[in-house]
């Protein structure tokens, strides 16, 4: 009980305070400046909206109107945390403080995560189930900035704890209407994030049906008081009212974008994402731009960027999860909770399915089924625990938490490694960053590694250099301009023809902008780099004379 | 129905004899076998035990051992210090594997004694005959990462399968240098990107410049026709030697890139023509030792179709 209380705060102030320290060395990715923009935006409309509701809703859509592909409900909490800690208080810089929202959300993950963890295998479930999800370089790297998916992921965590607990016998802290509340609010904001979350009704759902088959297991009678995830009964899942009826309001609510002209901005929203644009990616030497894309893609990511022992365990706990429906059916396990299972599988399980059908565009790296890998982590702790406890009952910790560091080490390593470069992380099936450079695979995104050749260029571009940062886009070199981490003298160019310096990020898709950086800038010689185990990342070019 | 009674009483089968199993590998099959099914706990959390400590001493040993399977700082800048010393006009350096690109930074690009002479630095998927034709390079310094991740790759063998001499390799540090020496150097006599300013362009704009085809960088004529209609590179007559040699290609990655002809007059005769419009370096050989001895008139024409053409990057050599 003790471990069940503390865990959980445990990790959640362990995650914040690491992200918080960490954090300023982390890059302004591409979307990120778009989205702490956008944020600032929301925000001048909330407070409007305080003073004057007539004339917020008026200028609504001049608001709302940077960045409506996405919902508001994120973005507008960045622009709030910006408010606050930065232009009212001053005590961040304004990307730092639109971040604190994402870094909050990492902790409220790795939480539920060890509460969770605690509820399925005990103590050291709870303590290695959020370590399984964040000792993953990708996952790390999200907690830090400003961006969707890892807020997107911790609220569909918490939509799906809460559901279980509404579907269960025992209620915890609140009532089954409570959890099934909870449900309702989580999945709100989980749709006002991304659309991510409308994957979750049929995953839920699946979960709800596929666990009313019970084989030979006992099916009848109530659910026993006590007993999370109904053993015996199958309750109705009255969440998945609440989430139709919440869900939809708080999305409404949140996001003023559709408050005018309501259908045909949902419409285009949806069919925004619906027929999302293919951008060029690089998978095993071969550039991707038109579907059908392979089926394989992302199990082949999954198990080049999680690392192998971390994934290891995540397998082995999908195969137990799969053993456990099945002894249940043949009647030999009457304590095992057949929905809770499939919940677990499904959650865990499907979000990569949807991206390996042939027409899903691929991009992005593992952050678009990131919502997968907090089930993943928990049924892979769950497996950790169950093994030391087969193999030395007496002593099922000592087993369990020496594979526990066995896992995480090199992961732990790793991550500390690689940092700030989290989009740029492979495992070590993959070779690192070098073999996944030899195996032609996408080497970077979202531009964000130009963060490590600020202090060159600072020190010696020439006053009033024109630069072209290629993709950084110019909302974030403003911002880190406004920041103090670039040389405000310093112009953005637009191409390399009016360039004293070029920022190439190495993207084989835009190889052509490094070719025409030689000719224009007549060398092929970088004056500075970032690199990552001698895999160039980002390499500056600089005119003759534009390099002090 | 009963059946009666064999009067010659029961029958009774021996069971056949166990296969010969001197190895004692069907015991063995047969002893995993039923440790692992049906599956019991002990087995399978044993097995998952050990894959994980597996994975994660592996995991480890990785990590651990990274930095010193990858070059430091002092070993390029070796490596620089002996190719500023002995490298000589007409060479260029390799990288192997070709992402290892943080030799553009650290090598030399131009012979220091000769600073008129540059030092190409490539970083290409593949150096045998087919695939480049390594114009103008007599010598190549192969720098190799040989513990790298992920390995060198193919380029040692592909040059010293193109190569009289070998030299090396020798081990700076982390880096292995080795040195081909071409058995046949293709030295052009001439290339139109190299007299792009003696040519009189008409109906578009041609500048030479390097840019990406196919992934890779190549130095060429960028033709950029005004419309739908030709553009036409004539170049002052010059001797064309025994072979002239084309390639041509869609800058960039070949995104909307429609197809091209690029036709190739001698005297106003077409000797060669090269369609194309899928993003490769797409090759060509006309045997120019047919043609009269003594100076030609050498025009390159190329048609861009497409709504918004893709400019067409070419590159003609006159090979002796």
Redesign the interface.
């Known amino acids: 009980m003790t471990a069940r209380r503390y865990l959980p705060l445990a990790w959640a102030a362990t995650v914040l305070l690491a992200a918080a320290v960490t954090s300023p060395g982390v890059g302004i990715s591409r979307d990120e400046a778009v989205y702490v923009e956008a944020g600032a935006s929301y925000a001048r409309f909330w407070r409007e909206a305080a003073r004057d509701p007539s004339r917020a809703l008026a200028l609504a859509d001049r608001y709302y109107a940077p960045n409506h592909e996405h919902p508001g409900l994120a973005k507008g909490l960045f622009g709030l945390s910006r408010t606050i800690l930065h232009d009212a208080t001053g005590i961040l810089g304004e990307v730092q403080a639109s971040r604190v929202v994402a870094w909050l959300l990492a902790a409220f993950l790795a939480a539920l995560l060890a509460l969770w963890g605690c509820e399925l295998a005990g103590p050291l479930g709870g303590a290695i189930a959020p370590a399984l999800f964040l000792a993953v370089p990708g996952n790390a790297w999200h907690a830090h900035v400003a961006a969707l998916d890892l807020p997107v992921t911790a609220l569909v965590l918490g939509t799906t704890y809460a559901w279980w607990r509404s579907t269960s016998a025992s209620r915890g802290w609140l009532s089954t209407a409570g959890w099934a509340m909870a449900a309702g609010l989580l999945f709100g904001a989980a749709l006002s994030t991304k659309h991510n979350a409308w994957l979750l009704p049929p995953v839920l759902l699946g979960a709800w049906v596929l666990g009313s088959f019970r084989g030979r297991q006992e099916s009848h009678g109530p659910a026993a008081e006590g007993a999370i995830g109904t053993v015996r009964g199958h309750r109705f899942p009255w969440a998945i009212v609440a989430m139709a009826v919440i869900g939809p309001a708080v999305l409404v609510a949140t996001w003023p974008w559709i408050w005018h002209h309501t259908i045909p901005r949902l419409q285009g929203w949806l069919a925004f994402h619906l027929h999302h644009e293919n951008h060029?990616w690089m998978y095993l030497g071969r550039?991707l731009?038109e579907p059908p894309f392979p089926v394989a893609y992302p199990l082949v990511v999954t198990s080049l960027t999680v690392?192998?022992?971390i994934?290891?365990?995540m397998i082995?706990g999908v195969?137990q999860s799969v053993?456990r429906i099945v002894s249940a059916w043949r009647g030999r396990a009457p304590g095992v909770s057949v929905p809770t299972e499939w919940l677990l599988l499904l959650s865990a399980i499907l979000p990569i399915a949807l991206v390996a059908w042939p027409t899903v565009p691929r991009f992005g790296g593992a952050k678009h089924w990131m919502p997968a890998l907090p089930f993943l982590a928990l049924l892979g702790a769950r497996?950790?625990v169950?093994?030391g406890r087969?193999?030395w009952p007496a002593r099922p910790g000592a087993?369990t938490g020496?594979?526990a560091?066995?896992?995480l080490?090199?992961?732990a390593?790793?991550v500390a490694?690689v940092h700030p470069f989290g989009t740029a992380a492979w495992?070590?099936l993959?070779?690192?960053a070098?073999?996944a450079?030899?195996?032609g695979m996408q080497r970077q995104f979202w531009g964000d590694a130009t963060v490590a050749v600020l202090p060159a260029l600072n020190e010696h571009a020439t006053p009033d250099a024109r630069v072209w940062f290629q993709e950084t886009p110019p909302l974030a070199v403003r911002q880190y301009q406004r920041e103090g981490r670039l040389r405000g003298d310093l112009v953005p160019a637009a191409g390399p023809e009016d360039a004293d310096l070029s920022i190439w990020q190495y993207h084989?898709?835009f190889?052509?902008r490094?070719?025409?950086t030689?000719?224009e800038l007549r060398?092929?010689?970088?004056?500075?780099?970032a690199?990552l185990?001698?895999?160039?990342l980002v390499?500056v070019y600089a005119r003759p004379g534009a390099w002090r | 129905m009963n059946e009666l009674p064999d009067p010659r009483g029961p029958t009774y089968r021996l069971p056949s004899p166990p296969p010969p199993d001197p190895t004692g590998w069907h015991a063995l099959r047969r002893r995993a076998r039923s440790t692992l099914w049906p599956?019991r706990?002990?087995a399978?959390?044993?097995l998952?035990?050990i894959?994980?400590?597996a994975?994660?001493?592996?995991?480890?040993w990785?990590?651990a051992t990274?930095p010193g399977r990858?070059?430091a700082a002092t070993d390029w800048q070796a490596v620089a210090g002996l190719l500023s010393r002995d490298a000589r006009p007409g060479d260029a350096v390799a990288l192997a594997?070709p992402?290892?690109?943080?030799g553009?930074?650290a090598l030399p690009?131009r012979i220091p004694s000769r600073p008129d002479a540059p030092l190409?630095?490539l970083a290409l998927p593949s150096y045998a005959a087919q695939a480049e034709d390594l114009a103008g390079i007599r010598r190549v310094w192969l720098v190799a990462?040989p513990r790298?991740?992920?390995?060198p790759?193919r380029a040692a063998e592909e040059l010293a399968a193109r190569a009289s001499t070998v030299d090396g390799p020798i081990r700076i540090g982390r880096i292995e240098l080795t040195r081909y020496d071409l058995r046949e150097p293709s030295l052009p006599a001439w290339s139109l990107s190299g007299r792009l300013g003696d040519a009189v362009v008409t109906g578009g704009s041609a500048t030479r410049?390097?840019?990406?085809v196919a992934?890779l960088?190549r130095t060429c004529a960028v033709l950029r026709p005004d419309g739908a209609a030709p553009i036409v590179l004539r170049l002052p007559p010059a001797r064309l030697g025994s072979v002239l040699r084309v390639h041509a290609g869609p800058?960039?990655?070949g995104?909307g890139a429609g197809p091209f002809v690029v036709r190739l007059l001698v005297d106003g005769v077409e000797v060669g023509r090269l369609p194309g419009g899928a993003p490769a370096w797409s090759p060509a050989r006309i045997d120019a030792a047919r043609l009269s001895p003594g100076e030609h008139a050498v025009s390159v024409e190329a048609t861009v179709a497409g709504p918004a053409p893709v400019p067409t990057c070419v590159e003609l050599e006159a090979l002796p």
């Open positions: 060029p550039m731009r690392p192998a022992a994934g290891v365990a082995g195969a053993s497996a950790l169950t093994v087969v193999l087993v020496a594979l560091a066995l896992a080490a090199p992961a390593w790793q490694h495992n070590e993959a070779g690192g070098a073999g450079a030899s195996l084989q898709e190889r052509d490094e070719f025409r030689w000719t060398t092929v010689r970088p004056v500075a780099g690199y185990d001698e895999v160039p390499q | 599956p706990a002990p399978w959390a044993a998952l035990a894959a994980v400590a994975a994660g001493l592996r995991g480890l990785f990590q990274l990858l070059p594997p992402w290892a690109e943080r553009r930074a690009d190409p630095v990462l790298a991740p992920g390995g790759g410049e390097v840019r990406e992934g960088p800058v960039g990655d995104t």
